[in-house]
């Protein structure tokens, strides 16, 4: 729609307010916000599927203590973020539930497509993401620096594919390798970093517990930090569901 019948449409839709309205000003209405054939979107756009990867399958619920993490897999802070966080999602169990999402720094080689690798894996077969997760945790330095300075980016997907098809198995290589030609990858990997970016993340690892931010965002918590935040949480009657320390 161009400038000229936006404006002419609207000035009609301004004079229903003293009259009736008909089925040829819905018709208007819907042309103009709804389905315009030019291409001019107004009001409606394409909301993505819900964002992140949920670790052992657990929902967020009513009555439990959500968190959401935003990692780079080739940050260290992340990788070292993680151990303690997984000590205790273990040590709660059901009580506390996570999704993870991804977070490429632009400031870190080749963090937007170790990140891609993780949607494409998550696609395939949910239980494989965080131990490819973890796989990028514990073999960071293949990904950045001088290991892939002098490399092209066709090189360094394929070193990827590799990575992952070593740490997943064989079965999983072409479907990984046809994951980094499908633009629903690409853009699932760009909406989860803007989505970062809408709720305020900066840097990595970023937490949010039932929605309010962790402070010192982009440094690691240990156990014994978690235990702080999580256990008031997670308490019944003034009983905590845990042991203490």
């Not at 993505?48 to 967020?60: C, T, V």
């Not at 997984?86 to 040590?91: D, G, H, P, S, V």
């Not at 479907?175 to 970016?197: L, N, Y």
């Not at 929605?211 to 982009?218: I, M, R, V």
Request: net charge neutral; proline share 5%.
């Amino acid at each position: 729609m161009t400038v000229e019948k936006f404006a002419a449409a609207l000035s009609g839709i301004v004079g229903l307010k003293e009259r009736t309205v008909g089925e040829e000003d819905d018709a208007l209405i819907d042309q103009l916000f709804f389905n315009d054939p030019d291409g001019f979107m107004i009001c409606q756009s394409t909301i993505p599927q819900q964002d992140g990867f949920w670790y052992g399958e657990k929902r967020a619920e009513e009555g439990k203590v959500f968190i959401e993490a935003f990692f780079d897999p080739v940050c260290p802070d992340s990788r070292d973020s993680w151990p303690p966080l997984k000590k205790a999602l273990n040590q709660f169990g059901s009580r506390v539930t996570l999704v993870v999402h991804t977070f490429p720094l632009p400031y870190h080689d080749n963090a937007f497509a170790t990140s891609r690798a993780l949607h494409i894996v998550n696609n395939l077969n949910t239980n494989a993401t965080y131990h490819l997760l973890e796989a990028f945790f514990e073999q960071q330095d293949q990904f950045y620096n001088k290991a892939t300075f002098n490399l092209s980016r066709a090189a360094v997907v394929d070193q990827i594919v590799k990575f992952a098809t070593k740490a997943l198995g064989n079965s999983y290589r072409s479907a990984i390798e046809s994951g980094f030609t499908d633009t629903k990858t690409d853009h699932a990997t760009r909406v989860g970093f803007k989505f970062g970016c809408l709720k305020g993340v900066y840097g990595t690892p970023f937490f949010f517990v039932n929605g309010f931010p962790l402070p010192n965002a982009g440094s690691a918590l240990n156990y014994i930090g978690w235990r702080k935040v999580l256990d008031p949480l997670v308490t019944k009657q003034g009983k905590t569901w845990v042991h203490t320390l």
